[in-house]
């Protein structure tokens, strides 16, 4: 089946620990992104990349990194500077050249700090 | 990005059409409507967009204002499962690569047996 994963479903992380969460599509997408959300809130775009070796901050970009170094997958690592890690991460991809701009959303990796 | 507005939470009759309300009076020539859900702790799911015509597939309807300052997704019979917050969101759709789409709060459909 077509689709995207993120692994794992749930991630703890102790304080001032690095942790990297996977997202994979089979989809030949060539645009992807990371969306963090909290509690009874909509999605902040964290980061994207429209193609492989290429990436661009969103809006809250700080304290998070990433790499593009194959079209199917764009892990995202929440480093130690972000304060406030704890959230629902999600991960989705869209093709780049359709105009349509239908992004598909992966299921979600929820980060629990200690 | 112009911005979108929708009520916070609304309630409808299982069976029954839901017809959810979005506002976008500052909606450029060229952005498109989008519609997306999102069911408790999922990931959002695409769920149709449009333009300028009314547009409808397996999932629901869109219906935009002649002047596009506003539109209407229609659920036309809902169910249980559709129990989700919906978003609207207005995005130019152009060629020239990733776009970001702008999720807000989005309305809270409850769907009651």
């Known amino acids: 089946d077509g689709g995207i994963t993120q692994s794992p479903k749930y991630l703890f992380r102790k304080e001032g620990q690095n942790v990297t969460l996977s997202c994979e599509q089979n989809l030949n997408h060539d645009a992807m992104y990371w969306y963090r959300q909290d509690p009874g809130q909509g999605l902040r775009l964290i980061y994207y990349?429209?193609?492989?070796?290429?990436?661009q901050k969103g809006d809250i970009a700080e304290g998070y990194s990433v790499s593009r170094e194959k079209k199917e997958s764009f892990p995202l690592t929440v480093t130690s500077a972000q304060k406030n890690p704890t959230a629902f991460y999600l991960c989705?991809?869209?093709?780049?050249?359709?105009?349509?701009?239908?992004?598909?959303f992966g299921p979600g990796t929820r980060l629990l700090v200690l | 990005d112009a911005k979108t507005t929708q009520p916070t939470s609304m309630d409808c009759a299982e069976g029954r059409a839901a017809n959810l309300p979005c506002n976008h009076s500052t909606i450029s020539g060229n952005e498109y409507v989008y519609w997306y859900r999102q069911i408790h702790s999922q990931g959002p799911q695409y769920i149709i967009h449009g333009l300028k015509n009314n547009e409808t597939n397996e999932m629901a309807s869109l219906i935009i204002t002649e002047d596009r300052k506003s539109s209407t997704l229609i659920l036309p019979h809902a169910t249980l499962r559709d129990t989700a917050v919906y978003y609207c969101i207005v995005r130019v759709a152009d060629q020239t690569g990733a776009n970001n789409l702008f999720f807000g709060t989005g309305t809270r459909l409850t769907v009651i047996p």
């Open positions: 990349s429209q193609i492989v070796n290429d990436f």
């Open positions: 989705a991809s869209s093709a780049r050249w359709t105009g349509k701009q239908t992004q598909y």
